[in-house]
Structure formats: C-alpha cells, structure tokens
C-alpha cells in the first residue's frame, strides 16, 4: 500500500514565475491494484510519479510504501522497491545490450556484483520461461541486443523486467504513448497479464479513457494538482469518463446528477 500524506510542492518559490502544484494533497494506492491516474496536460500526474520515485523533491509531506517511509530516500535507493516502466520505449532497458543481459541485470537489482557475474547460467531456464510468458518470440532472441526490438517489444521487456523482481510499486508513465494502436494494444493485454500474475500495486498514466477503465480497478483524476474524480473503473462508462475529461473539471460539483449519481462515484468540488 502506498500512503501520499500533506504533499506540498511549488516550482519556482518566490518568482513571478511560481506554480504551487500540489498544496497538502493526500492518496492513498490500494495494494495489489491498479490504479489509473488520469487528467489534462500541467495537473500533476507525471510531477506526482516523479515526486514518488524520487526524481523530483518534494517541499513537504510524507511518502508511506508499505509501511516503510521513503520520503528522504534517494531516488536510487527508492528505485529497490518502484519499478517504473516510461514513455520512451529506450527507457526502461539498456538498448546497448543483449535481452539476456537486460534480464540479468534486471535479476541483480539491488545487489552488488561484478560484470563477470553477471549473468549466471542458473537463471537461463527462468528467464527463458518468464520472455516465454510475453509471447513474443523473445525467449529465442536472447544474444539480440535490444536496439534491435521495436517499441512494443521493448515496453514489454521493460514490464518483465520490473515484475520478475517483485517491486512494492510499479509505475506505468504513459508507457504505450509512443506506440501505434495496434502494438499499444498489445502491450496493454501483456500489462494485464503481468500484473494479474505478479500481484503489483501500480500507477499508470493514461490519455486513453478506454485502456483506463479496461485494464485499472481504480480512476484517479487530478486537474491543478487536486483529485477531482476517484471511481472504480467498473462504476464509470467510457462515454461518462469522456463527457467529465472534455468538461474542463472545474464544472463538477460534489453532488453529480444523472446517471452516475447513483453509481458511487465520488466528485469533488475543484
């Protein structure tokens, strides 16, 4: 479970040129669900998946993941409990290396060790059987370097990557944005599959109010740093979800009416 408690952050303090995002903002991420964390561009999500995994500070607040407080922890240190698959489908992987390097290296997170080390014949059965899982054919490219992949191939490595190690927090930035619809429906279903196996509490951007509903349990919308929607997905239509998204947010009150008034969708006022 992951607890966001008073968060405060503000870009450019004191200058004519001063954003306060996030004002004593709290979320709290169920465990071992996926939570779809949706809105327009500027209101916050991506700076909030950055304040979590430790690229960005934040000015104040807490920061509580299954019970242990990583707010003061560097982002590399807070790296052996979030796993986080980008945009950039080069991101998440080293395109300079083989597939089998990257699951290697993947494997040893969070461990010291040296390059002779690093890959161990122990684990080509496990690796094997866990690239045998994407259905892609990867399990018979391991010597590939992964430069050579496309897009999807890459995201879906990534994803693997993150899961094989269990991370207390998975965080999915936009991570079929770069892809066509064809492959970024793939990625989608090999998302799925993996977080149904493995269990993961995850965070997942999404422009797409299709992908949002189908493949989260839980709608977050944020707009100017404040949560203006919190739904399960099963409670929302894709038709309601885009009516409230085109809206501009500021619009809704908290008593909704029509039919999701009724449906346990709980708005708040912006």
Do not use: W
């Not at 071992?32 to 979590?52: D, Q, V, Y």
């Not at 040296?114 to 994407?134: F, P």
């Not at 064809?182 to 799925?192: L, Q």
């Amino acid at each position: 479970m992951l607890k966001i408690q008073n968060l405060s952050k503000t870009f450019n303090k004191d200058s004519e040129n001063e954003i306060k995002l996030f004002e004593n903002f709290s979320l709290q991420i169920e465990k071992n669900k996926c939570t779809a964390l949706i809105g327009p561009n500027g209101c916050g999500k991506s700076t909030l998946l950055n304040i979590i995994a430790g690229s960005i500070l934040m000015d104040s607040g807490q920061i509580i993941l299954n019970g242990k407080d990583i707010s003061n922890l560097k982002e590399e240190e807070r790296a052996l409990y979030i796993g986080r698959v980008y945009q950039d489908p080069s991101m998440g992987v080293s395109p300079s290396l083989t597939i089998l390097e990257n699951m290697s290296l993947a494997d040893k997170k969070g461990e010291g060790f040296g390059l002779k080390k690093l890959i161990k014949k122990d684990n080509m059965d496990k690796y094997v059987e866990a690239l045998k899982s994407l259905g892609l054919g990867l399990e018979n490219k391991l010597n590939t370097k992964v430069k050579f992949l496309s897009g999807g191939q890459r995201q879906s490595l990534s994803l693997l990557m993150d899961a094989i190690k269990h991370p207390d927090l998975l965080l999915l930035d936009e991570h079929t944005a770069a892809l066509d619809p064809k492959t970024s429906y793939v990625v989608m279903k090999k998302t799925k599959e993996l977080l149904d196996k493995y269990q993961m509490s995850t965070i997942m951007i999404s422009h797409n109010m299709k992908d949002a509903i189908e493949y989260s349990d839980r709608i977050v919308m944020l707009d100017g740093g404040q949560i203006v929607l919190d739904t399960p997905s099963s409670n929302i239509s894709e038709e309601e979800l885009m009516a409230i998204y085109k809206s501009k947010l500021d619009k809704y009150i908290d008593k909704p009416k029509g039919p999701s008034a009724s449906k346990g969708i709980i708005f708040f006022s912006g």
